[in-house]
């Protein structure tokens, strides 16, 4: 079993920034591909940003050139770092894995994080 601890999650105005962490139990982070997702009031669930265990990184074109997503493995933690905020940028953010494991990866999710832009 994978726990996927999420923090940072805040009000901000736009234009502002903010980081969050997600930490993760289990021995071995660094095999994992990590993501953040969000979802806003009446929306599906969107993926904002995913790193693989190799550091390779995607993200949605709505977030390009703003967020940056990094992967620490020696703390078993992931960060999404959030500049330029915009209000359309308010949703509760989660912190997703494909956990490695035999015979296929398995899928965990954390409890979300709110972040809210808004003057």
């Known amino acids: 079993q994978v726990q996927l601890v999420e923090s940072g999650g805040d009000l901000v105005q736009p234009g502002g920034s903010l980081r969050l962490s997600c930490a993760a139990s289990g021995s071995i982070f660094r095999l994992a591909a990590m993501g953040w997702y969000r979802q806003a009031p009446g929306k599906q669930r969107e993926l904002v940003a995913n790193?693989?265990?190799?550091?390779?990184?995607t993200y949605a074109d709505s977030v390009k050139g703003r967020f940056t997503i990094s992967k620490h493995n020696a703390k078993n933690t992931v960060y999404l770092q959030m500049n330029s905020l915009k209000p359309e940028d308010t949703a509760v953010y989660y912190c997703?894995?494909?956990?490695?494991?035999?015979?296929?990866?398995?899928?965990?999710w954390g409890q979300g994080t709110q972040v809210t832009v808004s003057s």
């Open positions: 997703h894995t494909d956990w490695p494991a035999t015979p296929g990866p398995i899928d965990y």
């Open positions: 790193i693989t265990s190799r550091g390779t990184t």
